[in-house]
């Protein structure tokens, strides 16, 4: 399944989302359904996870409210655009590494999340097509 497609359909301008993740096209990029071993990994409350050019989404998410999945592509295109920029290994260690850190430095699973950087970026520009 195409991001582009769905988020075109959801009435999102898709030019201006090219504009702040530059240079990832939408089109471009895949979204599969997670398997039922990767959503256990995954634990609650993930809904999905980018890897490179390739979303995979809880089947729930894919299959559900189009307006709330359109801001989840939006959220995970921004990780595309991290992977771009940063590579495979300098992606992995920065969100690894400042999730760590925040756990180390006594937050929570979830706070330790919601503060990594490459997170709090996404969640950002997200909030912009709300």
Do not use: C, K
């Not at 769905?6 to 599969?32: F, K, M, N």
């Not at 490179?52 to 801001?71: E, M, Y």
């Not at 400042?98 to 997200?126: K, N, T, V, W």
């Amino acid at each position: 399944m195409n991001a582009g497609r769905i988020l075109t359909a959801s009435g999102v301008d898709i030019d201006e989302l090219r504009g702040l993740i530059h240079p990832i096209r939408p089109e471009q990029v895949w979204l599969r359904s997670a398997s039922p071993l990767m959503m256990r990994i995954w634990g609650p409350g993930i809904q999905a996870m980018t890897v490179a050019r390739w979303i995979f989404v809880d089947p729930r998410a894919l299959n559900g409210d189009r307006a709330r999945l359109s801001l989840l592509i939006i959220h995970e295109l921004v990780h595309v655009r991290q992977w771009s920029d940063l590579g495979v290994l300098g992606f992995l260690s920065r969100y690894l590494g400042d999730y760590l850190r925040g756990r180390r430095d006594g937050l929570s699973h979830r706070d330790s999340y919601m503060a990594i950087p490459l997170e709090i970026e996404a969640r950002h520009l997200q909030s912009r097509f709300q």
